[in-house]
Nanobody, 128 residues
Framework: VHQLVESGGGSVKTGGSLRLSCAAS????????MGWFRQAPGKEREGIAS???????????DSVRGRFTISQDNADNAKTMLYLQMNNLDPEDSAMYYC??????????????????WGQGTQVTVTS
């Protein structure tokens, strides 16, 4: 992956929704695991969702399962779009959100250190 660029962050009220996008360009992500991570001030980076390009299989952290949905388009082309649909947002979801890529299968524990390529992040702020 040559470049990952996130967009779509912003400020919303509790219960609102946002859709994050990540443009991944460089080469095909068919055999990559793509993930979304977040990091709030003073906290460790947390893996929240991943998707494996070849199979489309997904993993979610307990904190977001049922509220967030990860998806991607055009896994066989040179440019892939990764999305994170976030519904029923809570102030606890406020953080910088990052997309990342790992050559190979997705780690079961969504461990950030496994992922080799990272975007610059997009800020999500949820207010009550």
């Amino acid at each position: 992956v040559h470049q990952l660029v996130e967009s779509g962050g912003g400020s919303v009220k509790t219960g609102g929704s946002l859709r994050l996008s990540c443009a991944a360009s460089g080469y095909s992500l068919r055999y990559y695991c793509m993930g979304w991570f977040r990091q709030a001030p003073g906290k460790e980076r947390e893996g929240i969702a991943s998707i494996y390009g070849d199979s489309g299989s997904t993993l979610y952290a307990d904190s977001v399962r049922g509220r967030f949905t990860i998806s991607q388009d055009n896994a066989d082309n040179a440019k892939t779009m990764l999305y994170l649909q976030m519904n029923n947002l809570d102030p606890e979801d406020s953080a910088m959100y990052y997309c990342a890529a790992n050559w190979g299968l997705c780690p079961e524990n969504l461990l950030p250190s496994v992922f080799q390529h990272w975007g610059q992040g997009t800020q999500v702020t949820v207010t009550s």
